[in-house]
């Protein structure tokens, strides 16, 4: 089967930087995801990692190390807007499969 | 990004009643729709995997004589949950993917639907 461990809480101070860190472990592998959600809303997409390294997007990047099986998702210059749930996710198959999640991550900003 | 919408996006039903959730991709076919459920506070977990013009697939132990899916048309996906119970209070959330070209490990999840069953 597959699984995802990522911290299940994190609080940290408007415009500090904070890292969630992911951890899977799954029969194959397609790439690593990140999404976030705010209480009630959607999921929304913020990065994927196919191949090992350092994705930017703005103020938020993410990484993947393939032989460790580990992905981070970093945020910088926090904003209260920030607070939220953040999930990775992967797809252990190719092609037009679903993402499996991990448990999520609720971020807290506080000023 | 790619549109999906969900309809309704709030529902409160009597138990016994059932309700159905409609998922449309806005500006792209999707061949592939998935359909999860998130409880409060918990995580996104897949309920089925929609298919266009054949039967859904069902994640084990979800029961699909109370589940129903129908991907009618390459824009349009429905779940029907039949003799709804109160444990079936839930946030639903459909999702899209338009496949490879359409960008790896993106899928497109529409805004949900929360179901209250009273």
């Known amino acids: 089967g597959q699984s995802l461990e990522q911290p299940s809480e994190v609080t940290a101070v408007e415009g500090a930087i904070v890292q969630i860190n992911c951890t899977y472990q799954?029969?194959?592998?397609?790439?690593l995801s990140w999404y976030q959600q705010h209480d009630g809303g959607a999921p929304t997409f913020l990065s994927y990692?196919?191949?090992?390294g350092l994705e930017e997007t703005g103020r938020f990047s993410s990484f993947l190390s393939r032989s460790d099986s580990y992905g981070y998702l970093l945020l910088q210059e926090l904003q209260m807007k920030d607070s939220a749930s953040y999930f990775c996710a992967v797809r252990d198959r190719g092609g037009n499969t679903p993402l499996v999640f991990g448990k999520g991550t609720r971020l807290s900003v506080i000023a | 990004g790619a549109v999906v919408s969900q309809h309704p996006s709030r529902v409160i039903c009597k138990s016994g009643t059932s309700v159905k959730i409609e998922c449309r991709s806005l500006?792209?076919?999707?061949?592939?729709m998935f359909w999860y459920r998130q409880f409060p506070k918990k995580s996104l977990m897949l309920m089925a995997t929609s298919n266009e013009g054949s039967k859904a697939t069902y994640e084990q132990g979800v029961e699909k004589d109370k589940f129903l899916i129908n991907h009618a048309s390459l824009t349009l996906s429905t779940l029907t949950v039949t003799s709804a119970h109160p444990e079936d209070s839930s946030f639903y959330i459909c999702s899209a993917s338009r496949g490879l070209a359409g960008g790896v490990g993106e899928q497109f999840f529409g805004p949900g639907t929360r179901l209250t069953v009273l």
């Open positions: 990692n196919a191949l090992d």
């Open positions: 500006d792209f076919q999707a061949t592939t």
């Open positions: 799954t029969s194959g592998f397609y790439g």
